[in-house]
């Protein structure tokens, strides 16, 4: 599969889960325990994907490797929110960003 593929692939992924936190919120659930409890799955995911089963869990170094992990997507959100940000006001629009 190319890059390309791969990161449209990776983006319909993503766009998954903003849906299914975006439904949760529209169903009243409150932003921060959407938010909250997404951080929660993706701690217990990315534990299973690390060590390769429900069994057991990470030692200290693995939760600093997630932990860098997780902050490395995190500045690459807001890199693109403030370059998405900084486009729409460049063309006048006020700079909204979607969540």
């Known amino acids: ?18 849906n ?8 009243g659930q409150d932003v921060q325990v959407v ?9 217990a995911y990315a534990t299973y994907a690390a060590v390769g089963s429900n069994q057991g869990g990470l030692t200290e ?14 500045m690459e959100v807001q890199a693109g929110r403030r370059a998405e940000a900084e486009a729409a006001a460049n063309e006048g629009q006020g700079g909204e960003v979607k969540h």
């Not at 299914?20 to 169903?27: D, I, P, R, S, V």
């Open 35 to 43: 938010a909250n409890a997404l951080m929660t799955a993706c701690g």
């Open 61 to 74: 170094s693995g939760v600093n490797k997630v932990t860098q992990a997780f902050a490395m997507r995190l």
């Open 20 to 27: 299914l936190a975006n439904n949760m919120q529209a169903e």
């Open 1 to 18: 599969m190319s890059k390309q593929a791969d990161a449209k692939k990776y983006k319909r992924l993503v766009n998954r889960f903003i």
